[in-house]
């Protein structure tokens, strides 16, 4: 199946730094990727929807300065926490489509453990 | 909006039983239901995904059926091994296309020897 990778795994920052996070589609090219936020226990939460050559998405209560989301090419988005707090550590996941015969299926990164200090 | 519910208290069975997790939603049927694995620390892992024309799909020792009169999809696995225990999602995929996706928070699942 299709592979979607994402780096780091795991960051540790101090308060008020940035921290990037990528995501890349490694054997197809993927004109839209998401990313999704996860706490302890809870579901996944999408944050934003990330667009090839555009302006993301962002769902309703996500601050679109605070995550900043650039899709420069088909294969890779990355996601900024800008100014980070402790209140935005969670698990960040991204995913990408890729068209699987007649259906288009999600894949998932491996996500990344964000602790903010 | 969609509201998704799981059976959040894990599900212990003992190895080689049959696993049967469940997913209730409340409002519209979904185009596609589909059901995802994820391990600690990891990003969720694509299983099944069931139409809404469809009432049941297997693969392998998985078996997924969709009730569009309950608004519910049961989860199987069969003959269930140690390896399976992970936290098993349901996800709703309104329109088709993985464009919004909403999860279930999803039910953990420790298949004991």
């Known amino acids: 199946g299709a592979v979607v990778s994402q780096h780091p795994s795991w960051v540790i920052c101090k308060s008020g730094t940035s921290v990037k996070i990528e995501c890349r589609s490694l054997?197809?090219?993927?004109?839209?990727m998401f990313w999704y936020r996860q706490f302890p226990k809870q579901s996944l939460m999408l944050m934003a929807t990330?667009?090839?050559?555009?302006?993301?998405?962002?769902e309703q209560g996500v601050e679109k300065d605070k995550f900043l989301i650039n899709h420069a090419s088909l294969t890779l988005s990355t996601l900024t926490v800008t100014s980070a707090h402790p209140e935005d550590s969670s698990f960040y996941i991204c995913?990408?489509?890729?068209?699987?015969?007649?259906?288009?299926?999600?894949?998932f990164g491996s996500g990344t453990q964000l602790s903010v200090l | 909006s969609q509201k998704i519910e799981q059976n959040s208290e894990a599900l212990n069975i003992q190895e080689g039983k049959t696993a049967t997790l469940t997913c209730n939603y409340t409002?519209?049927?979904?185009?596609?239901l589909q059901w995802y694995r994820q391990d600690p620390g990891r990003g969720p892992v694509f299983l099944l995904l069931?139409?809404?024309?469809?009432k049941e799909k297997r693969k392998e020792r998985l078996k997924v059926t969709f009730d569009t009169t309950l608004k519910q999809s049961l989860f199987h696995i069969t003959a269930s091994q140690p390896a399976d225990s992970a936290t098993y999602l349901c996800?709703?995929?309104?329109?088709?296309?993985?464009?919004?996706?909403?999860f279930g928070t999803g039910t953990q699942l420790k298949v004991e020897l």
């Open positions: 069931i139409r809404e024309n469809e």
């Open positions: 996800a709703l995929d309104e329109a088709g296309g993985g464009n919004k996706l909403t």
């Open positions: 990330s667009n090839e050559g555009s302006k993301a998405t962002y």
């Open positions: 995913s990408a489509r890729d068209r699987q015969g007649l259906v288009e299926k999600l894949f």
């Open positions: 409002n519209y049927s979904p185009a596609y």
């Open positions: 054997d197809f090219q993927a004109t839209t």
